[in-house]
């Protein structure tokens, strides 16, 4: 069992007021907030560990970049990789996204060529294609949601062809909720000799990962959303594809050498790690994901289903209530529209309450269209949340409902 109120000790945002009235933060699945110990570490980083990293002979230099490389195990044994080596620290999600589109796209695609996203995917997971498929012609094809908020899987089975190439989706949908059957997606395009990334940005708060279990080519996901530090990521490449793919961007730490003549590039994870990294991001990074381990996944899983089993029932007596994401796996994102008031509105409204809700089409632009609708109310939940906030969240809710 969680102690919640211990652990909200730790948050100390969550003491803060918000016009007058306690915070009550439900927009977890943008950005959640951050324990004193992830801050600690970076104060403590800039103000006793600070020497760019690598090749630096003097101590501090080493102890910095001792620092960051631990950050690194200790991020691929979160997710269970093989080797630290599989471990690309990008600036979040979007980037490792990019990296992989732009170096995969480079190295394996050829006109005629398709891949595989769906319809619940964020921005990130659709534009950085389109962007790459223009570039040589390729073809995106999409698995569409069911009412439910379900990938259907029947259509993914006939959207592969002999030129499909590689399949990108989401573990969990950050409108839905939904967490996908990424057994079935990955069996599925291995069946067809097929690749696959799995954008991990909302599930890996949520639950554990082992890509090696999953075997799963490529996985991404970002700090901030994860009790870290905001502008680190991780990109997660089997190490025989990480060999394959030529590097994303040029600069210092990515080569071996460099003349005029001929560049040699670095070896893995170098090669893909351009320039100066985040080194005081990486270890509150490291941090954070400590942070949430002995807290353990399990428990948090279990406790976010709770506040999310509780919040559905609750809304769900509201006179003209639509929830979006009905999957029966689902993670603690509640995504509603009540009657006719207009989702930013209501999200207004709350913010007068100290309740700080995400409204609009949580950039997942096509998916909205799909619901025909522009965006939601969307309230997602961390372990540091309570049933008592969503009564007032209820009550709240009920408020401006009256209003309307
Ligand atoms: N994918 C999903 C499913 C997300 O929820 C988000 C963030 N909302 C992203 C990708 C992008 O993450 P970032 O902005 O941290 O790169």
């Known amino acids: 069992m969680l102690d919640i109120q211990s652990i909200r000790e730790d948050f100390p945002i969550l003491q803060n007021q918000v016009h007058g009235k306690p915070l009550i933060y439900f927009d977890n699945a ?7 110990s992830v801050v600690e570490r970076i104060e403590n980083g800039y103000y006793n560990v600070n020497a760019n990293i690598h090749r630096g002979v003097h101590f501090l230099s080493q102890a910095a970049t001792e620092a960051h490389e631990e ?11 093989r080797s630290s080596n599989e471990i690309i620290f990008t600036r979040g999600t979007t980037e490792a996204i990019n990296l992989v ?20 995917e964020h921005h990130s997971n659709i534009v950085p294609w389109q962007i790459q498929a223009a570039r040589k012609g390729v073809t995106i094809k999409v698995i569409p949601v069911t009412e439910t908020g379900e990938l259907c899987l029947e259509s993914y089975r006939n959207l592969f062809s002999e030129k499909t190439r590689l399949v990108s989706v989401t573990h969990m949908s950050n409108v839905l909720g939904t967490v996908n059957p990424v057994r079935e997606l990955i069996d599925m395009a291995h069946a067809h000799d097929v690749p696959v990334l799995l954008d991990g940005a909302q599930a890996v708060p949520h639950m554990q990962v082992d890509v090696q279990e999953l075997d799963v080519e490529f996985y991404v996901f ?12 991780v990109l997660y490449g089997k190490e025989e594809w990480l060999d394959r793919l030529p590097p994303y961007q040029g600069g210092g730490e990515m080569i071996a050498t460099v003349s005029f003549e001929k560049t040699t590039f670095n070896e893995l994870p170098f090669k ?34 709770e506040l999310l089993t509780y919040a559905t029932e609750r809304i769900s007596t509201f006179d003209g209530v639509r ?10 994102v509640l995504s509603f529209l009540i009657g006719d008031i207009h989702h930013y509105d209501m999200g207004m409204l709350l913010d007068r309450l100290g309740i700080a809700v995400r409204t ?8 909205m269209k799909e619901l025909g609708i522009e965006g939601t109310v969307r309230a997602s939940f961390s ?11 209820i009550e709240g809710l009920d408020r401006v409902v009256k209003m309307f």
Do not use: W
């Open 30 to 36: 943008a950005t959640t907030q951050k324990p004193r």
């Open 71 to 81: 950050a690194r195990k200790i991020v691929q044994r979160f997710i269970h990789a």
């Open 101 to 120: 589109a732009s170096s995969f796209t480079d190295e394996c695609l050829c006109e005629g060529d398709e891949i595989i996203i769906s319809e619940m």
């Open 222 to 233: 970002s700090a901030h959303k994860i009790y870290g530090p905001t502008g680190i990521g």
């Open 272 to 305: 893909f790690e351009a320039g100066t990294p985040d080194y005081i991001g990486s270890t509150a990074f490291a941090e954070a994901i400590q942070y949430v381990e002995r807290l353990g996944l399990d428990q948090i899983a279990a406790y976010e289903h």
């Open 323 to 332: 929830i979006f994401g009905q999957a029966p796996q689902k993670g603690a």
């Open 360 to 367: 609009g089409h949580h950039c997942a632009q096509p998916l």
């Open 383 to 393: 372990f540091y949340n309570t049933k008592e906030e969503i009564d007032h969240f």
